[in-house]
């Protein structure tokens, strides 16, 4: 690294992590910039957590670190724990332990702790301060914990599915409260989730994990831009002898064959590319349409993000 | 620090309703004295010991509570990543969670004692200077650190995965045979104290090492439980194997005492000729172990013997072997192993095929055989092979047994059958003597000596065939059992304060001590008086051997039976001068007349005294000191 250049607050490099012959992590590389809002996204057992707990110095890998403002978070844990807010996965507070009770206990720990703030939003989500952690419901729970994580300012917030096991209210809640925390800080953010269309709103970079493995690592916007869906008819022509090449200037990700033509998405869409395409011999009707984010994890993956996703993506596509 | 004291604080905040609990316990104590058990106490010391029994009581069962469930549930539960999500120490998360729990017993087990305490402040006070708040502290400490550790060892017992209590299980198995094994000797040994304090040590270190393996499973682990549980092994086990490689390091250092570091020691066996002596004493460092060594006297050699003060130990009358034996296992009443050595070789004991429960032994005199007296049989046996080369039945009501070697090939037996003839108002008894050839396995009826009167003593001759009995109330008797006769009276003398020896050039020598002056009558060998020494003003006087032949070790001493003030002298049988050794010093000889044959002029057993401070000294005939060979206390 560059000495003048301020380190990334988060870095992924290499990391492998195995649990007996399983593999987690494999040879995961990323880096999270300042400022911006890294959604790793990966179906459950991706080893979206194992990289999580990794980058928060809570587990060590096999191989590779996981660097947290430049230092290593597995070494420095402890000490970069005060720039750095963490949600795990099972909000985890002593079950006997209030709200308040984890106030004052954070407020013991970082010497520029918002009492007041974790409080007051508590407060305006409807969550008990003095009812014991373990009582209350799931979706407070992650209230309580994002609101511990937010209390000191972190200049690094990492979320592990935030919203896993939340109904569509409290997920929705959540992100809204996450995007007025980020608001007015600048604060970088590190998450991942199933929920899609709540990160898509929000997210500045995005890394598709499946088996271990980092599919994609991309800005939002470059990954919107280049990721279409191309639907056309293929005519039969005199002067047409060949068919199946009018896709080689792009790169097609999916191609499927039905009944009224071809269903493609291509990762290298620029719009001078198509139109050379739209004026192909044989192919008519072509149209081109943005993907959703959800769209273009279930074309890199192959599979939807989350069940329900499967069951919404099958019935928008009409297949059996 | 904040993390540690942030963490402490929370544990203690958790589970503030102990200290409710502790109110109530301490209340009991009040009522101490209404129970009538508390009455033979007065009510002031049955309040403080109740109260002190319950907060010992307390902060034992808190532990091992607390240990299941505050470290044990967290660890298994994976409920530390709150903690590992904030700036805390991973050392200040398992020492806060210890240091809070500690605390919590400490302020719980206070409290317990508060209200008896403030009752009954100035028993409180006193029983304190008498060390009452020191064995408090040592119970209270034990308690919370074995407890705390034994919940958390039941915790995760409870909560891991079969493989790894599968893991724990073979593991801790092997940690015990170990264990067993190392401590085996000493638990044979038979010395409390020593195993006291090594198992207060040991279980402290295990206990410690336990909770290390908890932090090491929250410090290398963290939230993973794989990693954490891995860790947890590999240092619970790393460390407990330590301790055992540890235990047996110290074990081997208890059993093995230089020389030097031997006092207060007891000769238990002695070569006739030669220089070559067993030992049994304490040693420097090791508390109440007695441990032993067959050393020469002459150039300092030595080879290691038995443990602890059971056991028979012979050495072959020309110095050349060594026997002993040695409980096979802890149980004082078992079998025992027997052990053979050659010293001149100086090579280490090998433990024969031989064992049984054992009565005593003997050696032949070039030390090839072993007679041992067991349950029923006495057995002659080829050491070290431990062949068996003949047997004699014992009787089962026999009432003593003496046998020795008097040949390679013969042993000889003195049997007293309890079926002795009765005569109004007196108890008779007979002597059996009878010899067993060793190649021809025969047993040879010698003499019977009948109708002695009880009680009676007994002084042997091996080497001529003589024996003195010496009845109570009646004469002093000299036997010739080659020619299985009576020899003569040698006179009578008041029982209990005489001392008998037999000289080299085989005449007899009888000291006592009557109308508070002490004598030594030299008999010659067939019992004729020759000459009366006079010792001076003494109420004790006992024999020992000859340094050098004619001159006979004598000890002296003021009071009967009181032999740790004695003086030892040399006394010239050729013009009677009696010339002091030292003060408060006995013959080695005397003490061991029974076990030890006659000793040869200029042997090591001739030449040895010990003081009472139980120091070995050994004289030098050619500067006429003494010299110490074992120190004393």
């Not at chain 2, 005294?609 to 000191?625: E, H, I, M, V």
Request: aromatic share 8%; with cysteine.
């Amino acid at each position: 690294m560059n000495p003048t250049e301020s380190p990334v607050p988060a870095a992924v490099e290499d990391l492998t992590v195995r649990y007996g012959r399983a593999i987690a992590c494999a040879q995961v590389s990323l880096s999270v910039a300042r400022g911006g809002v890294y959604a790793l996204l990966g179906r459950k057992g991706a080893g979206k957590s194992s990289l999580v707990r990794c980058l928060v110095g809570a587990q060590k890998p096999d191989s590779g670190r996981t660097l947290l403002f430049g230092e290593d978070a597995w070494r420095h844990r402890a000490r970069l724990m005060t720039r750095v807010g963490v949600v795990l996965e099972d909000p985890d507070a002593p079950p006997a332990m209030t709200p308040g009770e984890i106030s004052r206990f954070c407020a013991r720990l970082h010497r520029a702790w918002d009492g007041r703030g974790l409080r007051d939003r508590l407060a305006r989500l409807g969550v008990p301060l003095d009812a014991p952690f373990g009582r209350l419901s799931k979706g407070q729970k992650a209230q309580v914990m994002l609101a511990a994580a937010l209390g000191h300012g972190p200049e690094l917030l990492v979320l592990d599915d935030p919203t896993l096991n939340l109904d569509s209210a409290a997920r929705k809640a959540l992100f809204e409260e996450l995007i007025a925390a980020l608001a007015g800080r600048g604060t970088t953010v590190f998450i991942t989730t199933h929920d899609l269309a709540g990160i898509e709103a929000i997210a500045t970079r995005i890394g598709f994990l499946k088996k271990g493995r980092l599919l994609l690592d991309e800005e939002m916007e470059t990954l919107r831009s280049r990721f279409r869906r191309i639907r056309y008819g293929n005519e039969i022509t005199a002067a047409r002898t060949v068919y199946g090449t009018e896709l080689d200037a792009f790169d097609a990700v999916r191609v499927q064959v039905r009944g009224w033509g071809v269903d493609a998405v291509v990762s290298n869409y620029d719009d001078l590319a198509f139109e050379r395409f739209r004026r192909t011999a044989g192919v008519v009707d072509a149209e081109v349409s943005a993907m959703s984010l959800e769209e273009i994890f279930l074309a890199v993956a192959g599979e939807p993000l989350a069940p329900e996703s499967a069951a919404r993506g099958a019935a928008r596509e009409g297949t059996p | 620090m904040r993390g540690f004291f942030a963490v402490a604080s929370r544990e203690i905040v958790e589970r503030r309703r102990v200290f409710v609990a502790a109110a109530v316990a301490a209340l009991f104590p009040l009522f101490a004295p209404l129970l009538p058990a508390a009455r033979r106490f007065g009510a002031p010391e049955a309040r403080l010991y109740t109260a002190a029994f319950f907060a010992v009581a307390f902060s034992a069962a808190l532990s091992l509570i607390l240990g299941m469930t505050a470290i044990g549930r967290d660890l298994s539960e994976r409920r530390l990543g709150f903690y590992f999500s904030r700036p805390i120490g991973n050392a200040a998360i398992w020492a806060g969670k210890l240091a809070g729990i500690g605390l919590q017993v400490l302020l719980a087990a206070l409290l317990i004692l508060l209200p008896a305490g403030l009752v009954d402040l100035a028993t409180w006070w006193r029983e304190t200077r008498m060390g009452l708040a020191a064995e408090i502290g040592v119970a209270f400490v034990f308690a919370v650190v074995v407890f705390l550790a034994l919940g958390k060892a039941i915790s995760l017992a409870l909560r891991s995965r079969p493989a790894w209590v599968a893991g724990d299980v073979v593991a801790f198995a092997l940690w015990l045979l170990a264990m067993g094994t190392i401590s085996l000797p000493l638990l044979v040994a038979r010395a409390p104290v020593v195993l006291q304090r090594l198992g207060l040590v040991v279980a402290i270190a295990c206990a410690v090492a336990l909770l290390a393996a908890g932090g090491a499973q929250v410090s290398i682990g963290r939230v993973d439980p794989v990693r954490g549980t891995r860790a947890r092994f590999a240092v619970l086990w790393g460390l407990l194997f330590a301790i055992a490689g540890l235990f047996a390091g110290f074990t081997r250092w208890l059993l093995r005492p230089a020389p030097s570091e031997l006092s207060s020691v007891l000769v238990r066996a002695a070569a006739p000729a030669g220089s070559w002596i067993g030992v049994e004493g304490l040693a420097r460092g090791r508390a109440d172990l007695r441990v032993s060594l067959f050393y020469d006297v002459a150039s300092g050699g030595y080879v290691r013997g038995w443990t602890g003060r059971e056991g028979s130990a012979v050495v072959s009358a020309d110095g050349t072997t060594a026997a002993w034996t040695q409980a096979s296992g802890i149980f004082s009443d078992g079998p025992q192993d027997v052990w053979a050595c050659r010293l001149a070789a100086g090579a280490p004991g090998t433990r024969t095929p031989i064992s049984e429960r054992i009565g005593n032994i003997a050696i032949s005199p070039e030390g090839s055989r072993l007679a041992i007296a067991g349950e029923r049989a006495l057995g002659i046996y080829e050491i070290p092979s431990g062949r068996l080369l003949g047997s004699i039945a014992l009787d089962s009501d026999e009432r003593f047994s003496r046998f020795v070697f008097v040949g390679r090939d013969r042993l000889r037996l003195f049997r007293i059958p309890s079926a002795a003839v009765a005569r109004a108002g007196e108890e008779l008894a007979t002597i059996e003597v009878s010899d067993f050839d060793v190649p021809a396995r025969r047993l040879v009826e010698r003499v019977a000596i009948p109708n002695l009167h009880r009680p009676f003593s007994l002084a042997f001759d091996d080497r001529d065939g003589r024996v003195l009995v010496w009845e109570k109330g009646s004469a002093l008797s000299l036997f010739d059992l080659s020619s299985s006769r009576f020899v003569r009276v040698l006179g009578n003398f008041a029982w209990d304060a005489t001392s008998r020896a037999f000289l080299s050039d085989g005449r007899i020598a009888v000291a006592e001590a009557s109308a508070g002056m002490a004598r030594v009558h030299l008999f010659s060998k067939n019992g004729e008086p020759e000459r009366v020494f006079e010792a001076g003003q003494a109420g004790l006087v006992r024999l020992g051997a000859e340094p050098s032949a004619g001159t006979l070790a004598v000890s002296v001493g003021p009071t009967p039976y009181v032999w740790g003030a004695s003086d030892s002298f040399l006394l010239d049988l050729r013009d009677g001068k009696l010339r002091k050794l030292g003060k408060h010093l006995e013959p080695v000889a005397a003490h061991m007349r029974w076990r030890l044959p006659q000793p040869e002029p200029g042997s090591a057993a001739s030449l040895l005294f010990s003081r009472n401070d139980g120091a070995l000294l050994r004289f030098d005939p050619a500067t006429g000191k003494l010299v110490t060979v074992f120190r004393g206390r």
